[in-house]
């Protein structure tokens, strides 16, 4: 009987393979930025969620007009600014390492992680376009 | 992806009962997974009735009970019979431990629950398929390297630096940690898992050992050791009461530190 089919002999494939199959391609040698990223963002985002809440809760006393001239002015656009670009970075890191997690195979892990970056550059752009509309006056 | 549904050739069937022969003052119901390579038969949980006033006190007392005077084809691993040599790890009421190690007065009331542990291939019964956390053993090479010449003696170390090799040497491989870890279910073919990393850094942390650059740069990798999200539930198993998340925790800022 060839090795293939006698189930000693593919237990004996299954044995000489498994190392080769942990060390699958090598060590990426990447992730500690990424790792630092989240770290750096989550304490980034304490100071900087603070201020947005409390910017809401106060603006919630303003019109409209009230709220633009309010954004029109360089700090509140700026750290706004910043709060759009840390929470971003946050949920893109978490959001790839729970796809990392849960989406096998190739093709999925691909399209999660297009369809990640997609998301964060048009609401990105999207949030730094309408700070900037506002603060230049446009 | 992740499964949430066991496969159809793993769904539990009600097992075989083994009634105790006349009466016992102290009766314990214990549910034994069970299942054979032969035959293309779902697995089972076999219930033994076990009478516990003619049974010693630890759970491994009864499955040699079982395999002595009730069932003699049911495979489990035991060496030790003391916490030393980790060969009967196995999941019991739901979370993994040795089955040495484990009082059977203290699983509290209702039916002992054996099963083999979590996420793992089973090859029969109550003994999973290792290989796998062996070959990821192998990768990280628990080995001193040291490219100085070795010395006529022993190489010295102070009293501080062999104080860090402490809560790690420990370990006995008995893989309770990795098989309790969400992480390692999901990804383990690629994520090291605690018991692993725990050794690989009881070599980072090694004064002897002048291989630190090239141990990092072999962890460095988004699956191998980035899988980690801290649950902890490695170290709330860990029948040594070792930390295997703080080792995971010391590598990543070894790794951090490096620039």
Redesign the interface.
């Given at each position: 009987m060839p090795d293939s089919v006698n189930p000693s002999g593919l237990t004996a494939i299954r044995d000489s393979d498994v190392l080769r199959r942990v060390r699958h391609l090598g060590s990426a040698r990447s992730g500690r930025s990424e790792w630092r990223l989240q770290r750096f963002s989550a304490v980034a985002l304490i100071p900087l969620g603070l201020y947005f809440v409390v910017s809401v809760v106060r603006l919630a006393r303003f019109d409209e007009a009230g709220a633009r001239a309010w954004l029109a002015q360089p700090l509140p656009a700026g750290l706004m600014l910043l709060f759009c670009v840390a929470i971003l970075a946050h949920a893109f890191v978490g959001l790839r390492s729970v796809a990392a997690d849960y989406v096998h195979g190739r093709l999925g892990s691909l399209a999660a992680i297009l369809l990640l970056w997609a998301a964060v550059i048009v609401l990105g752009l999207a949030a730094a376009l309408s700070i900037l509309t506002i603060l230049l006056g446009r | 992806?992740?499964e949430f549904t066991l496969p159809k050739n793993s769904q539990l069937r009600e097992g075989r009962r083994w009634p105790l022969d006349g009466d016992a003052k102290k009766k314990r119901d214990f549910k034994v997974y069970r299942w054979s390579p032969d035959g293309g038969q779902n697995p089972s949980m076999d219930t033994f009735e076990i009478d516990l006033d003619k049974c010693g006190p630890m759970v491994l007392d009864a499955l040699m009970k079982i395999t002595d005077e009730i069932d003699s084809s049911l495979a489990f691993r035991r060496s030790c019979r003391e916490g030393v040599c980790g060969s009967c790890a196995m999941n019991i009421n739901g979370r993994n431990t040795l089955a040495c190690l484990t009082h059977i007065e203290d699983l509290g009331d209702g039916p002992v629950r054996l099963s083999p542990l979590p996420h793992m291939q089973v090859l029969r019964d109550l003994v999973p398929d290792l290989?796998?956390l062996?070959?990821?053993y192998?990768?990280i090479e628990p080995w001193l390297k040291n490219d100085q010449p070795a010395p006529d003696r022993e190489r010295r170390q102070s009293p501080e630096e062999r104080d860090r090799i402490d809560g790690h040497y420990e370990c006995i491989l008995c893989f309770c940690c990795s098989t309790s870890c969400p992480?390692y279910w999901?990804?383990q073919?690629?994520y090291l898992g605690p018991a692993i990393l725990l050794q690989a850094s009881r070599w980072l942390v090694d004064s002897r050992d002048n291989h630190v650059g090239e141990r990092l740069?072999?962890?460095?990798?988004?699956?191998?050791?980035?899988?980690c999200?801290t649950i902890m539930n490695c170290t709330t198993v860990c029948p040594k009461d070792l930390n295997p998340a703080k080792a995971i925790a010391g590598i990543?800022r070894q790794?951090?530190e490096?620039g």
């Amino acid at each position: 009987m060839p090795d293939s089919v006698n189930p000693s002999g593919l237990t004996a494939i299954r044995d000489s393979d498994v190392l080769r199959r942990v060390r699958h391609l090598g060590s990426a040698r990447s992730g500690r930025s990424e790792w630092r990223l989240q770290r750096f963002s989550a304490v980034a985002l304490i100071p900087l969620g603070l201020y947005f809440v409390v910017s809401v809760v106060r603006l919630a006393r303003f019109d409209e007009a009230g709220a633009r001239a309010w954004l029109a002015q360089p700090l509140p656009a700026g750290l706004m600014l910043l709060f759009c670009v840390a929470i971003l970075a946050h949920a893109f890191v978490g959001l790839r390492s729970v796809a990392a997690d849960y989406v096998h195979g190739r093709l999925g892990s691909l399209a999660a992680i297009l369809l990640l970056w997609a998301a964060v550059i048009v609401l990105g752009l999207a949030a730094a376009l309408s700070i900037l509309t506002i603060l230049l006056g446009r | 992806m992740a499964e949430f549904t066991l496969p159809k050739n793993s769904q539990l069937r009600e097992g075989r009962r083994w009634p105790l022969d006349g009466d016992a003052k102290k009766k314990r119901d214990f549910k034994v997974y069970r299942w054979s390579p032969d035959g293309g038969q779902n697995p089972s949980m076999d219930t033994f009735e076990i009478d516990l006033d003619k049974c010693g006190p630890m759970v491994l007392d009864a499955l040699m009970k079982i395999t002595d005077e009730i069932d003699s084809s049911l495979a489990f691993r035991r060496s030790c019979r003391e916490g030393v040599c980790g060969s009967c790890a196995m999941n019991i009421n739901g979370r993994n431990t040795l089955a040495c190690l484990t009082h059977i007065e203290d699983l509290g009331d209702g039916p002992v629950r054996l099963s083999p542990l979590p996420h793992m291939q089973v090859l029969r019964d109550l003994v999973p398929d290792l290989s796998g956390l062996y070959a990821q053993y192998e990768l990280i090479e628990p080995w001193l390297k040291n490219d100085q010449p070795a010395p006529d003696r022993e190489r010295r170390q102070s009293p501080e630096e062999r104080d860090r090799i402490d809560g790690h040497y420990e370990c006995i491989l008995c893989f309770c940690c990795s098989t309790s870890c969400p992480s390692y279910w999901w990804n383990q073919d690629r994520y090291l898992g605690p018991a692993i990393l725990l050794q690989a850094s009881r070599w980072l942390v090694d004064s002897r050992d002048n291989h630190v650059g090239e141990r990092l740069d072999e962890l460095e990798d988004p699956f191998r050791l980035y899988r980690c999200h801290t649950i902890m539930n490695c170290t709330t198993v860990c029948p040594k009461d070792l930390n295997p998340a703080k080792a995971i925790a010391g590598i990543k800022r070894q790794i951090s530190e490096r620039g």
